[in-house]
T-cell receptor, first 111, second 112 residues
Framework: EPEVTQTPSHQVTQMGQEVILRCVPI?????FYWYRQILGQKVEFLVS????????KSEIFDDQFSVERPDGSNFTLKIRSTKLEDSAMYFC?????????FGPGTRLTVL | AQSVTQPDIHITVSEGASLELRCNYS??????LFWYVQSPGQGLQLLLK??????LVQGIKGFEAEFKRSQSSFNLRKPSVHWSDAAEYFC??????????FGGGTRVLVKP
């Protein structure tokens, strides 16, 4: 069964560094999403992406964040100049219709 | 803003007993509603969804949920829990656009 994959599973970085979180969505899906879950808090929407552009973004998704689909299979989230409060689990999801399928997540720890 | 509320943060249930997890959504047009499960260290797995039609929906792993418009609820149920059902459960609503809005989650502990 096709699934969404994410790499790395864990990422530790120093405050101020840039990180790139990678996702491979399900191959025939056209809609892509990033969500995050800070420890002990709700899963929060960050951004949605369709037709090679951002279709919606949350207040959280400021200039520090960017997304890209560099080729036909990957979908990346870049966080520039990471802050302590960026520590969270980041989930990628993809959709071909109404359902969103989630990857296993990348746990980002900013020290 | 459209929101989703899960009133119970933790629920402890004995193995073999029934389970009901509550979910309430804020008023709006007929919502698209989902239940996801997150096992420790895992991603979010879709259990079931409601878009329209029959208000009692069946999902995977023996779960079902009932949509009640009059109560703005979409409660998840399972008649007999197994130890492997210990996990965190999230109710979600598809908001305007395609984004999902999640409830705070309910952590289920299963006693032997």
């Amino acid at each position: 069964e096709p699934e969404v994959t994410q790499t790395p599973s864990h990422q530790v970085t120093q405050m101020g560094q840039e990180v790139i979180l990678r996702c491979v969505p399900i191959s025939n899906h056209l809609y892509f999403y990033w969500y995050r879950q800070i420890l002990g808090q709700k899963v929060e929407f960050l951004v949605s992406f369709y037709n090679n552009e951002i279709s919606e973004k949350s207040e959280i998704f400021d200039d520090q964040f960017s997304v890209e689909r560099p080729d036909g299979s990957n979908f990346t989230l870049k966080i520039r100049s990471t802050k302590l409060e960026d520590s969270a689990m980041y989930f990628c999801a993809s959709s071909g219709g109404e359902e969103q399928f989630f990857g296993p997540g990348t746990r980002l720890t900013v020290l | 803003a459209q929101s989703v509320t899960q009133p119970d943060i933790h629920i402890t249930v004995s193995e073999g007993a029934s389970l009901e997890l509550r979910c309430n959504y804020s008023y709006g047009a007929t919502p698209y509603l989902f239940w996801y499960v997150q096992s420790p260290g895992q991603g979010l797995q879709l259990l079931l969804k409601y878009f329209s039609g029959d208000t009692l929906v069946q999902g995977i792993k023996g779960f079902e949920a009932e949509f009640k418009r009059s109560q703005s609820s979409f409660n998840l149920r399972k008649p007999s829990v197994h130890w492997s059902d210990a996990a965190e459960y999230f109710c979600a609503r598809k908001a305007a656009g395609n984004k999902l809005t999640f409830g705070g989650g309910t952590r289920v502990l299963v006693k032997p």
